[in-house]
């Protein structure tokens, strides 16, 4: 499977055509209403609406990226933390709450991280920063500059991949170089972050130039549109999403 998180994958269906701003609408509204009530009929209603758009979107399975090793050992430690602190309920004199617990934050948290996950890969990136500026209009008149938040986004948003990208690349070098004897895992660690931070300075800077050649940060731009079918189609899907949310608590 390749991780291809934050990257288009281009397509025509209905999911592709809502547009930017209401995805970054919907997104919160949803995610904060199923993390105020927090319950795992809440849960599954998010997962569901999860499960209905991935599939109306027609992504690959390919798209999903396996876990980090290193985040599935964490998740083990933490599950064997959270059931010797104990907690009810009690079974077979084990205290599952803290478990309990654990597994409905893990449900949460990749509920909400699959959402994100899938606006990056029905969005175009540079239908981002417009986006950010029509939501952030309203504070135009406070002096809040929306138009550069807007271009922030762009670039952030496109520059996960290239930072993702020179992480593999770093990696791959790490992999192929002799270990010196009495080289700690510290060390490796240090090595690595290091590389990466050196790279990513090197891709900024080429970035900043290419702007600069370009005009600066006012061609930086991508398409406002105007709200269709579709997007009526996703805030019917987050009210409903969020009343059963709110009733089933």
Same mark, same amino acid.
């Not at 602190?85 to 449900?107: C, H, K, W």
């Not at 135009?140 to 807007?150: A, E, I, K, N």
């Given at each position: 499977?390749?991780?291809r998180?934050?990257?288009l994958?281009?397509?025509?269906?209905?999911?592709?055509?809502v547009?930017?701003?209401?995805?970054?609408?919907?997104?919160?509204?949803?995610?904060?209403?199923?993390?105020?009530?927090?319950?795992?009929?809440?849960?599954?209603?998010?997962?569901?609406?999860?499960?209905?758009?991935?599939?109306?979107?027609?992504?690959?399975?390919?798209?999903?990226?396996?876990?980090?090793?290193?985040?599935?050992?964490?998740?083990?430690?933490?599950?064997?933390?959270?059931?010797?602190?104990?907690?009810?309920?009690?079974?077979?004199?084990?205290?599952?709450?803290?478990?309990?617990?654990?597994?409905?934050?893990?449900?949460?948290s990749?509920?909400?991280?699959?959402?994100?996950a899938?606006?990056?890969?029905?969005?175009?990136?540079?239908?981002?920063?417009?986006?950010?500026? $029509?939501?952030? +209009? @309203?504070?135009? /008149?406070?002096? #809040?500059?929306?138009?550069?938040?807007? =271009?922030? *986004?762009? !670039?952030? %948003?496109?520059?996960?991949?290239?930072?993702?990208?020179?992480?593999?690349?770093?990696?791959?070098?790490w992999?192929?170089?002799?270990?010196?004897?009495?080289?700690?895992?510290?060390d490796?660690?240090?090595?690595?972050?290091?590389?990466?931070?050196?790279?990513?300075?090197?891709?900024?800077?080429?970035?900043?130039?290419?702007?600069?050649?370009?005009?600066?940060?006012?061609?930086?731009?991508? $398409?406002?549109? +105007? @709200?269709?079918? /579709?997007?009526? #189609?996703?805030?019917?899907?987050?009210? =409903?999403? *969020?009343? !059963?949310? %709110?009733?089933l608590?």
């Amino acid at each position: 499977m390749s991780a291809r998180v934050i990257r288009l994958v281009p397509g025509t269906t209905i999911v592709h055509r809502v547009t930017a701003t209401t995805k970054l609408l919907w997104l919160p509204v949803v995610g904060s209403t199923v993390a105020f009530t927090f319950t795992w009929p809440a849960i599954a209603v998010g997962w569901a609406a999860v499960v209905v758009i991935f599939l109306a979107a027609r992504l690959p399975l390919g798209v999903i990226p396996r876990p980090p090793r290193v985040l599935v050992g964490m998740f083990a430690v933490s599950a064997v933390l959270a059931t010797i602190g104990g907690d009810e309920p009690v079974v077979f004199g084990l205290g599952l709450g803290g478990l309990y617990d654990l597994i409905r934050l893990v449900a949460f948290s990749t509920m909400t991280l699959t959402l994100g996950a899938i606006v990056g890969w029905t969005t175009d990136p540079a239908d981002l920063g417009p986006a950010v500026s $029509r939501i952030l +209009r @309203p504070l135009r /008149p406070l002096g #809040v500059p929306t138009d550069r938040l807007g =271009v922030a *986004v762009i !670039l952030t %948003v496109r520059s996960i991949p290239l930072v993702a990208d020179e992480l593999r690349l770093a990696l791959a070098g790490w992999r192929t170089r002799p270990r010196p004897a009495g080289h700690s895992r510290i060390d490796d660690v240090a090595e690595v972050a290091t590389a990466l931070v050196v790279s990513s300075h090197r891709r900024a800077a080429e970035m900043a130039t290419t702007m600069a050649a370009r005009g600066g940060l006012t061609t930086v731009a991508g $398409r406002d549109r +105007r @709200p269709g079918a /579709p997007d009526i #189609v996703a805030a019917g899907l987050g009210v =409903v999403v *969020v009343a !059963l949310a %709110v009733l089933l608590r």
